[in-house]
């Protein structure tokens, strides 16, 4: 007997602030659980840098720059099923409070009007990627197969949520497990 | 002579003359989705998460006259994906920030967006830009979370007797002002104790200095879901 083969998972976090990521952690002994059952692929636990072929791949955060861009279609390239993890990836979250501003007087205002700030110039880095002018919720960039939203959702929404997946369930998140905030 | 009724969902609805589709519903204690109804008004019809399907057609369950021996279906699938569709569209109109919202937990689209079990806006975010008015000294308007339910206008103008609010421009340029030669609340006669400052299903009306402080699991639909909550009584604001 061969042992089944495992379910290779990647994450990432774009536009966020790994607070889905720490929510993921927030399943506690089900960690044990889940790493019987999956092979991490690129993640900020793996440290890895490509996304190579998986079976699910787990977004956290919206879509602010050229990078974030890249990363996602790469992920959606290499990723069976693809989800939308938390209020960023899913709306754009805290990220887009700044799409009503103009990003050219955003930037300007931080790095050249900003007291203490006196570097004189908005930084042009070939190795900093592009600001976007909006950001983006995920599923306006790539298509997205599941979607569950929180600001974090909680490791008890994750853990129902990535057990319905990895079970081959359609995943069902409702109340009081499906919130916004 | 019995009572007339109409079956929802296969079950009946005793109702009486002239009472809508939703009253009669309502008074049988069965819920019906809602955002602009509310029991002290008339009804406006214009949120259209009542629809319901009543002797094979689509209608406004707030507007239409109940009928003796309808069939009417509201609680099915393909209705409430419809419904979903609609709150879809009113997340992606505004801007719907609830982690940052002062309503959020209390808020009638957001109860009714977990009820319905909307996981995604699904729709491309418009992202408009809509200034806030904080000109009043206590009282907040956030113009982002308006869904033009006219809750406000009707209650302003109705109860209140001083039609501070009202909707401007047409179509996608629609918009909630106040009545003012300025346009802030501040220079109208505007008080927290008035019944429009109550009556916001969402987070444009906000009053301020009591922001977050009814903590998460104590607010209105923490604990049981819209459906539930809204039979209790018509849930206002506070």
Known sequence: MTEPRKIRLATVSLAGCFGCHMSLLDIDDHLFELAGKVAFDRSPLTDIKRCGPCDIGLIEGGVCNAENVHVLRAFRANCHTLVALGACAVNGGLPAQRNHLDLGRCLTAVFQSRPGMDTGAVPDDPELPLPLDQVHPIHEVVHVDYFLPGCPPSGEAIWAFVSDLLAGRTPRVAHPLLHFD | ?238
Request: proline share 7%.
């Open chain 2, 1 to 238: 002579m019995s009572t007339p009724h109409f079956l929802l969902d296969g079950l009946p609805v005793p109702f009486e003359e002239g009472q809508t589709i939703l009253e009669a519903a309502r008074a049988a204690g069965r819920y019906i989705p809602h955002l602009c109804w509310h029991p002290e008004f008339a009804p406006h019809g214009s949120c259209k998460l009542c629809v319901v399907k009543a002797a094979g057609r689509y209608v406004s369950s707030c507007a239409m006259p109940a009928r003796a021996g309808w069939e009417v279906e509201s609680d099915t699938p393909a209705l409430n994906t419809r419904r979903r569709t609609l709150l879809q569209m009113l997340f992606v109109e505004g801007n719907h920030f609830c982690p940052a919202c002062e309503k959020s937990g209390d808020c009638q689209l957001q109860a009714l967006a977990y009820d319905l079990e909307m996981t995604t806006p699904r729709f491309t975010h418009f992202f408009p830009d809509r200034p806030v008015d904080a000109s009043h000294p206590d009282v907040l308007l956030d113009f982002n979370r308006c869904i033009y339910c006219e809750l406000c206008v009707r209650a302003s103008r109705e109860t209140d007797g001083k039609a501070v609010f009202a909707l401007s421009q047409r179509g996608i340029h629609k918009k909630l002002v106040v009545n003012a030669e300025s346009g802030r609340l501040a220079d109208t006669d505007f008080a927290a104790t008035d019944h429009a400052a109550h009556i916001c299903p969402v987070g444009v009306i906000l009053h301020k200095r009591v922001g977050f402080r009814t903590p998460i699991g104590a607010r209105t639909y923490d604990a049981a879901p819209i459906r539930v909550v809204a039979m209790r009584t018509e849930a206002d604001d506070d």
